[in-house]
Nanobody, 114 residues
Framework: QVRLVESGGGLVQPGGSLKLSCTVS????????AGWYRQRPGRQHELVAI???????TIGDSVRGRVTVSRDDEKGTMSLQMNNLDPEDSGIYFC????????WGQGTQVTVAS
């Protein structure tokens, strides 16, 4: 059974940075495309970035130029470096397969506020 554990969220001022981490267990992570998603208040899950298993990276329009996604298949981990954060980036961030076919983890809360 796949288990997803996200961490690294917190409260940050506008313009600040955060690095989110995800640990994937229970499956051979390297066989799957993986993504970061976020759920902002009152909205559905939104795709933020994809770390494809072949090394490609896809970054969503709303965060392009401000985030870097990476993965370590041996360790079963993935990270999301976010810079120049805006209050609109606030929400709960999740990792999952792309497309999101695994059960969601608890996510990690990101709050961008003065």
């Amino acid at each position: 059974q796949v288990r997803l554990v996200e961490s690294g969220g917190g409260l940050v001022q506008p313009g600040g940075s955060l690095k989110l981490s995800c640990t994937v267990s229970g499956i051979e992570f390297g066989l799957y495309h993986a993504g970061w998603y976020r759920q902002r208040p009152g909205r559905q899950h939104e795709l933020v970035a994809i770390a494809h298993m072949d090394g490609r990276r896809t970054i969503g329009d709303s965060v392009r130029g401000r985030v870097t996604v990476s993965r370590d298949d041996e360790k079963g981990t993935m990270s999301l470096q976010m810079n120049n954060l805006d209050p609109e980036d606030s929400g709960i961030y999740f990792c999952n397969r792309y497309p999101a076919l695994w059960a969601w983890g608890q996510g990690t809360q990101v709050t961008v506020a003065s």
